[in-house]
C-alpha cells in the first residue's frame, strides 16, 4: 500500500516536475495517445530520434511529418504497434480483451468481429512489443546429442555399405 500512497502523493500536485518524469518514462518511446481524441503526437523522428520535423500533409486524418535531418515521412503511428491497422476500435477492443480473458482465436475472432486471420496477426503484433526481461541466464544447461536413422539407400560413394539392420557392416 505504500507504493499506492506515494503515487497519489506524486500525482497531489498537477505542477511537479516528477509527475511530469514518471509520465513520460512510462509512455512508449517517443509518443503520446490520447484516449479521448485518438490523436497521435510525436516528440522525435521514429528513425533518426531527431526533434526537427515539420508538418507534410495529412493522410487518413492523420498528421504527416516530414524529418528535416534523415528526410523520412511518419505519422504519430510510425514505430507503435498500432501502425498499419485500419480499425483502431476494433483493435483497442482486441487489445483489452486478450489479456482479461484467455479465449481461443475463433471466439475473440466472433467477438470483435473480425477474420481470424486478422486476429492472429493481432496477436502476434501485440506479442512482438512485449518488452521481454533482460535478466542475464547464469544457470548450467546441458544438451545431449541425439541420433535418428537415416536410410541413404540408393547413393553411390559411401563409407561403408548399409544391407540390412541399424548398425553399419
Avoid at 496477436?123 to 535418428?148: G, Q
Wanted: contains cysteine; hydrophobic residues 35%; positive net charge.
Amino acid at each position: 500500500m505504500e507504493i499506492l500512497e506515494k503515487i497519489k502523493q506524486l500525482f497531489a500536485h498537477p505542477d511537479n516536475v516528477e509527475q511530469k518524469k514518471v509520465l513520460k518514462s512510462l509512455g512508449s518511446r517517443n509518443k503520446k495517445v490520447d484516449s479521448k481524441i485518438k490523436r497521435f503526437t510525436v516528440e522525435s523522428c521514429p528513425y533518426c530520434g531527431s526533434s526537427d520535423f515539420c508538418k507534410n500533409g495529412k493522410r487518413e486524418n492523420l498528421q504527416r511529418l516530414l524529418c528535416k535531418d534523415c528526410k523520412k515521412v511518419f505519422t504519430g503511428k510510425t514505430g507503435t504497434f498500432v501502425h498499419g491497422i485500419q480499425e483502431v476500435n476494433k483493435f483497442e477492443k482486441y487489445f483489452k480483451l486478450m489479456f482479461e480473458q484467455y479465449l481461443p482465436l475463433s471466439k475473440m475472432s466472433k467477438k470483435i468481429g473480425i477474420s481470424i486471420q486478422t486476429a492472429f496477426d493481432w496477436r502476434h503484433k501485440i506479442l512482438s512489443c512485449i518488452k521481454i526481461t533482460t535478466e542475464v541466464f547464469i544457470w548450467i544447461t546441458e544438451i545431449d546429442d541425439i541420433w535418428f536413422l537415416y536410410s541413404q539407400k540408393g547413393p553411390k560413394g559411401l563409407k561403408y555399405l548399409r544391407i540390412r539392420g541399424d548398425s553399419p557392416r
